[in-house]
């Protein structure tokens, strides 16, 4: 514990130790706008920048032995990258999986602001590379992209199958995302903390691009989506096009274009709903999420509306008993389930029945 | 949304700044080994640079962070194995920053009328002002407060980088933007 009145109370800009230590949370002002006017003097591309950086000057022959070292430096870590040795201890996936020796590298360009992309995980020597305007950096598997406080960076996702291009995302700092795997199967980042808007090809295989954070794993089906994760690890989904599976301790919830979820770490996940439904379903929706008591549940059967009917589906495999009874006899009112459905084997948990049901509300 | 009330480091615990790896990095370094010698180049530089510009004019900067690894590589025998190499190479670059102000001529050729305001100022001047605000700091304030606003590096990065302890580091931010913020004040640089 450290005892300086000056951590208690920040005379400067008002703002608390967070940004200022750990450069993450809300902007200080003061410090924000220092960073800003100091940004002129900061050492660009510090890793492969260097040797470009001084020419004709006293230090020349020193560039040029720094520089060939740097070189060689790199070539060691590419070749490290490229080594097929175990795998090496990672986010969620369970470690990281050495890609194959044709595996493509994903793209960065720097839109605005500070980026940096970081190797640590497989140099273990701190290698970051600075990311410069206009020009394209290239993002192996394992590197941590880190993207400073208002910077953007766009990730174009070179596929290793079939598909060259399978989509781009825009990731907004402060960001910490991690690319732990790219090949014919699956192309998978992890999301430390962040926002990122992804826009997936529309013949890209369902389930090819996953992004796995600390709540879950969202699992594109063919879309455009935006997701935003705090330094907690709590997830906020919103749909935009298209579909995505949000998994989170076993269970998928289906978010759907005009929707929204949101989940934090220990397999908590909100019921998803309709952009377009009205403030009281939203609200006695949040109220059943947040403590699943009977008046919360009356409320929100009472006031779902049609196309509250995919959320209400969602609720038959979060309800029991009497509870479900009620939900499905709702939903029924809503959006009768379609032929061959019974509302008997709904009830009584016939998982064949209850996706054909789901398929009938949301169409795929 | 939740707000955000602490950060939790992406990294696992000891591989933040691969401080467990870098005696063995040192180690090949000092038996000639270039390729671990550029590994503790691209670890340190942006540090060297902060440490570089928190003494010596920015225009110098370029040069004397090549001097420093030039004078790093030479003497890099004296370097213990079991030494972690962020203090001796910021040792290097205070020394070699501050020969350089040492030995820079005063300018006896400036001009007989200096504007007092120039209403077109550039970023790269405002940067420079403030970095002379900064240069009546402390040395550890202003070698940290570098670190932190013009590098970019974090509390902990530094940490790791300077051998000082977190808690240090965060005093040293702390104090430093106090005192940073005064002398801005004084000097009619706030904005």
Same mark, same amino acid.
């Given at each position: 514990m450290i005892d300086?009145?000056?951590i208690q109370h920040d005379s400067t800009g008002g703002g608390d130790d967070k940004y200022l230590y750990f450069g993450t949370g809300e902007p200080d002002p003061f410090i924000s706008n220092l960073e800003q006017r100091l940004r002129p003097l900061r050492l660009t591309a510090p890793a492969s920048g260097f040797a470009a950086a001084r020419g004709g000057t006293r230090a020349n022959r020193t560039l040029q032995i720094v520089a060939g070292m740097a070189a060689v430096a790199l070539a060691a870590l590419f070749l490290l990258i490229q080594k097929p040795s175990g795998p090496v201890p990672g986010p969620a996936a369970g470690g990281f999986k050495t890609p194959p020796a044709s595996a493509p590298f994903y793209e960065l360009t720097l839109v605005s602001g500070t980026a940096s992309v970081d190797l640590r995980p497989h140099s273990k020597s701190g290698i970051s590379m600075g990311l410069v305007p206009d020009r394209i950096q290239q993002f192996p598997v394992g590197g941590m992209l880190v993207v400073d406080n208002g910077g953007t960076v766009r990730v174009r996702i070179n596929g290793s199958g079939e598909l060259s291009n399978v989509g781009e995302v825009t990731v907004k700092g402060p960001a910490s995302i991690e690319l732990v795997e790219s090949t014919a199967q699956l192309e998978k980042l992890h999301m430390y903390h962040g926002t990122m808007s992804a826009r997936i090809a529309a013949d890209a295989k369902p389930r090819l691009f996953q992004v796995t954070t600390p709540a879950g794993t969202a699992v594109d089906l063919g879309c455009i989506y935006e997701m935003h994760v705090d330094s907690e690890g709590a997830m906020e989904l919103s749909v935009s096009v298209g579909r995505v599976a949000f998994e989170i301790a076993g269970r998928a919830v289906f978010v759907w274009s005009g929707s929204q979820c949101t989940a934090r770490p220990g397999g908590h996940v909100t019921t998803p709903v309709d952009n377009g439904t009205t403030l009281a379903f939203r609200e006695a929706l949040q109220q059943y999420d947040l403590n699943q008591t009977r008046a919360a549940m009356d409320l929100l059967l009472?006031?779902?509306? #049609?196309?509250?009917?995919?959320?209400l589906w969602h609720l038959i495999q979060t309800t029991r008993g009497e509870s479900r009874s009620q939900v499905v006899?709702? #939903?029924?009112?809503l959006s009768p389930p379609p032929a061959g459905v019974t509302i008997q084997a709904v009830t009584q948990s016939d998982v064949a029945a209850i996706e054909?049901?789901?398929v009938d509300i949301m169409g795929w | 949304m939740n707000t955000p009330v602490s950060f939790r480091s992406p990294w696992p615990a000891g591989r933040v700044v691969g401080a467990n790896d870098e005696p063995a990095v040192v180690a090949r370094a000092r038996s000639g080994d270039r390729a671990a010698f550029a590994t503790l180049h691209a670890k340190y530089v942006n540090m060297v640079h902060a440490v570089v510009l928190a003494h010596a004019s920015p225009g110098d900067a370029g040069d004397l962070v090549q001097e420093v690894f030039t004078r790093a590589l030479t003497h890099i025998t004296t370097l213990r194995s079991d030494e972690t190499a962020g203090p001796w190479l910021a040792g290097i670059a205070r020394n070699v920053a501050r020969d350089s102000v040492r030995s820079r001529r005063?300018?006896?050729?400036?001009?007989e009328e200096i504007p007092a305001f120039t209403p077109d100022k550039s970023a790269m001047d405002d940067a420079r002002e403030i970095l002379e605000a900064m240069k009546?700091?402390?040395d550890t304030y202003r070698e940290t407060l570098a670190m932190r606003l013009v590098e970019g590096m974090t509390g902990p990065e530094i940490a790791g980088r300077t051998g000082m302890t977190p808690g240090s580091v965060r005093v040293h931010l702390h104090r430093g933007m106090k005192l940073l913020h005064d002398e801005l004040s004084r000097r009619g640089l706030l904005q």
């Amino acid at each position: 514990m450290i005892d300086d009145p000056n951590i208690q109370h920040d005379s400067t800009g008002g703002g608390d130790d967070k940004y200022l230590y750990f450069g993450t949370g809300e902007p200080d002002p003061f410090i924000s706008n220092l960073e800003q006017r100091l940004r002129p003097l900061r050492l660009t591309a510090p890793a492969s920048g260097f040797a470009a950086a001084r020419g004709g000057t006293r230090a020349n022959r020193t560039l040029q032995i720094v520089a060939g070292m740097a070189a060689v430096a790199l070539a060691a870590l590419f070749l490290l990258i490229q080594k097929p040795s175990g795998p090496v201890p990672g986010p969620a996936a369970g470690g990281f999986k050495t890609p194959p020796a044709s595996a493509p590298f994903y793209e960065l360009t720097l839109v605005s602001g500070t980026a940096s992309v970081d190797l640590r995980p497989h140099s273990k020597s701190g290698i970051s590379m600075g990311l410069v305007p206009d020009r394209i950096q290239q993002f192996p598997v394992g590197g941590m992209l880190v993207v400073d406080n208002g910077g953007t960076v766009r990730v174009r996702i070179n596929g290793s199958g079939e598909l060259s291009n399978v989509g781009e995302v825009t990731v907004k700092g402060p960001a910490s995302i991690e690319l732990v795997e790219s090949t014919a199967q699956l192309e998978k980042l992890h999301m430390y903390h962040g926002t990122m808007s992804a826009r997936i090809a529309a013949d890209a295989k369902p389930r090819l691009f996953q992004v796995t954070t600390p709540a879950g794993t969202a699992v594109d089906l063919g879309c455009i989506y935006e997701m935003h994760v705090d330094s907690e690890g709590a997830m906020e989904l919103s749909v935009s096009v298209g579909r995505v599976a949000f998994e989170i301790a076993g269970r998928a919830v289906f978010v759907w274009s005009g929707s929204q979820c949101t989940a934090r770490p220990g397999g908590h996940v909100t019921t998803p709903v309709d952009n377009g439904t009205t403030l009281a379903f939203r609200e006695a929706l949040q109220q059943y999420d947040l403590n699943q008591t009977r008046a919360a549940m009356d409320l929100l059967l009472k006031e779902a509306r #049609l196309h509250d009917a995919a959320s209400l589906w969602h609720l038959i495999q979060t309800t029991r008993g009497e509870s479900r009874s009620q939900v499905v006899a709702r #939903l029924a009112e809503l959006s009768p389930p379609p032929a061959g459905v019974t509302i008997q084997a709904v009830t009584q948990s016939d998982v064949a029945a209850i996706e054909a049901w789901r398929v009938d509300i949301m169409g795929w | 949304m939740n707000t955000p009330v602490s950060f939790r480091s992406p990294w696992p615990a000891g591989r933040v700044v691969g401080a467990n790896d870098e005696p063995a990095v040192v180690a090949r370094a000092r038996s000639g080994d270039r390729a671990a010698f550029a590994t503790l180049h691209a670890k340190y530089v942006n540090m060297v640079h902060a440490v570089v510009l928190a003494h010596a004019s920015p225009g110098d900067a370029g040069d004397l962070v090549q001097e420093v690894f030039t004078r790093a590589l030479t003497h890099i025998t004296t370097l213990r194995s079991d030494e972690t190499a962020g203090p001796w190479l910021a040792g290097i670059a205070r020394n070699v920053a501050r020969d350089s102000v040492r030995s820079r001529r005063p300018r006896a050729d400036l001009p007989e009328e200096i504007p007092a305001f120039t209403p077109d100022k550039s970023a790269m001047d405002d940067a420079r002002e403030i970095l002379e605000a900064m240069k009546t700091l402390p040395d550890t304030y202003r070698e940290t407060l570098a670190m932190r606003l013009v590098e970019g590096m974090t509390g902990p990065e530094i940490a790791g980088r300077t051998g000082m302890t977190p808690g240090s580091v965060r005093v040293h931010l702390h104090r430093g933007m106090k005192l940073l913020h005064d002398e801005l004040s004084r000097r009619g640089l706030l904005q």
